[in-house]
């Protein structure tokens, strides 16, 4: 795996008793997707052992929030990989085109788990 500081997160975690879901929340502030065709990602990423993540856009709304997961699952492992995943903005319900925040929300898995994530970029188009 990765070797130094310059990683953007570097993670280990053990879990105790199950649990739903693990969330890492990334602020992007109010992006504004109006003219926008694709939000998407791109991460390097490995891991001591086979593991996956996924990512998440979560936009505020009048009731509270709503969440458009990406497509993809990241699988990282012993070897560095790099993963591009997007979502097709057109005509979709859970993407307001305007919000006043927004967050990159990162999944992990539900088990005790390492993960290096070496480097991280949004990109609308």
């Known amino acids: 795996c990765a070797a130094g ?7 280990e975690y053990s879990v105790e008793r199950p649990v739903k879901w693990l969330g890492l929340h990334l602020p992007l ?10 939000f998407g990602v791109v991460c390097k990423s490995c891991a001591p052992e086979a593991t996956t993540f996924r990512f998440c856009l979560r936009s505020p709304t009048a009731s509270g929030f709503v969440d458009a997961f990406l497509p993809k699952h990241v699988v990282a492992y012993a070897q560095t990989s790099t993963h591009v995943d ?23 898995p539900t088990q005790s788990a390492a993960i290096d994530l070496i480097d991280l970029r949004v990109f609308v188009v």
Request: hydrophobic residues 50%; glycine residues 8%.
């Open 29 to 38: 502030g109010g992006i504004d997707l109006y003219d926008a065709t694709v």
């Open 86 to 108: 997007l979502l097709k903005l057109d005509d979709r319900e859970d993407v307001p085109e305007q919000a006043a925040w927004r967050d990159l929300i990162v999944f992990f």
């Open 5 to 11: 500081g310059s990683n953007v997160l570097s993670i």
